[in-house]
């Protein structure tokens, strides 16, 4: 073998010994250490990733978890009450129960309530045509239909109605991640406390202009009005910007203002029809004429033992 190529060979593995020698001390003097409980709680956690929690994923929550002193501001809205009670476990710390939550959409501008007025031709994405203009409506705060927050459900819990070309959550699949509440660029989406029965109340509308201008570009726009927040007995309701908004902590679903808005803007979903008026009235008028029958049998002689 030639000397030349002797001595190259030579010298390049003497460099390689001497850097793997280097590396291998300087990885041991910069080595982070990191918490094996952080493996523990990850894999307790659903590992959807989705954001919910307010941090990267899964893993990012873990090691906040494991590092913070306290969980009261941590929560996987995915995995919910029970998950967090798992890890409060493993960690020896107390999880803070919150209440369930869904997702609905404060828009109910169909097509039938809320007409076109131009066609949008372009990209399909709900971000650019809020970027570009008012929308194909003349209520610019409404959907406007291009489906941006289905495609970040990870949850496939929305879908557009071909009818309405509206968002439609399901509540049955629906985790409460809030990543359509960060997509809709118009804000439309919240996240609402779930009651039992999947009952709610929430003014389906989020058009701040003044009552004449709102009406005239949706037949069931909120006009502000405040009969809702007049009605009220829980203090539920508040006015702001020519809106009406219901806390869904504070609101005990009694349904009042429902019945109370001139422009059907307020949504209630999960309780029985109502009966009409006039049924409920000769309802109530017949149990009553019942009991006053009921009442003259027993005031006749002989007859005191009739039920």
Known sequence: MNATVLYTILSLTTLGIIAAVILYFVAKR?????????????AALPGSNCGGCGYAGC?????????????DSLFCPVGGNETMSKIAAL???????????V?????NGTCEFRPKINHYDGADSCAIVSALYSGETGC???????????????????????????????????TSCGACVKACPKNL??????????????????????????????????????????????DAIVMNNNLAFIDSVKC??????VTECPTNSIIETG???????????????????????????NNIPGKENVK
């Open 30 to 42: 910069f080595k982070v250490y990191e918490d094996p409980l952080i493996d523990t709680v990850e």
């Open 252 to 257: 005990r679903l009694c349904r009042k203002c």
């Open 189 to 234: 989406f919240e996240l609402r406390k779930r009651w039992k029965g999947n009952k709610k109340i929430y003014v389906a509308c989020m058009n701040e202009d003044k009552g004449g201008i709102a009406r005239k570009n949706c037949s069931v726009a909120c006009i502000g009005c405040s009969k809702c927040f007049k009605v009220c007995p829980f």
């Open 103 to 107: 997702a609905v959409l404060r828009c």
């Open 271 to 297: 309780f029985p029809v109502r009966k009409p008026k006039e049924e409920t009235v000769m309802a109530d008028a017949g149990e009553k004429a019942g009991q006053e029958v009921k009442v003259s049998e």
């Open 59 to 71: 893993r990012n929550l873990a090691e906040n978890l494991v590092k913070s002193a306290s969980m």
């Open 140 to 174: 610019q705060y409404g959907c406007a239909g291009f489906a941006d927050c289905v495609v970040v459900c990870k949850f496939d819990a929305l879908h557009m109605d071909p009818f309405t070309d509206l968002p439609v959550v399901d509540e049955d699949k629906c």
């Open 91 to 101: 960690l020896g710390r107390n999880a803070v129960a919150q209440d369930p939550r």
